[in-house]
């Protein structure tokens, strides 16, 4: 059975002794590698990194189509009027309740 292989990349770092020191009792500590332990670590660092970029591009994004949509409003296409006109009639019967109705 043959089994996939994965391209590799390698990835060094010149660091002080007692930086190695440090990441070494870290990843025993976690019962990892040294190499397993800081390529989790700068794995999860890259994720939330990107996640927050992420989040704050597209919020940006959101809100800024949000407040122009809220300036420069589509009219209502069909299917929303009917809805509408659903809605007021439902309101006139006394089906639903509401104290603030639009244009009622």
Same mark, same amino acid.
């Given at each position: &059975?043959? &089994? +996939? ?16 020191? *440090?990441? #070494? ?6 019962? !990892?590698?040294? $190499? #397993? %332990? ?6 999860? *660092? ?13 919020? +940006?994004?959101? =809100?800024?189509? %949000? ?10 296409? $069909? =299917?929303? =009027? ?9 309101? !006139?019967?006394?089906?639903?309740? $509401? ?6």
């Amino acid at each position: &059975m043959a &089994m +996939a292989t994965q391209e590799r990349g390698r990835i060094t770092a010149r660091v002080p002794a007692v930086l190695v020191e *440090k990441l #070494q009792e870290a990843a025993d500590l976690s019962g !990892a590698t040294l $190499n #397993q %332990f800081v390529v989790q670590a700068a794995l999860e *660092k890259a994720e939330k990194v990107i996640d927050k970029e992420h989040a704050l591009r597209f919020s +940006a994004e959101d =809100a800024a189509m %949000f407040i122009d949509m809220l300036d420069n409003p589509r009219p209502p296409n $069909n =299917a929303m =009027a009917r809805a509408y006109e659903r809605y007021k009639a439902k309101l !006139a019967n006394g089906i639903i309740r $509401n104290s603030v109705v639009a244009g009622a």
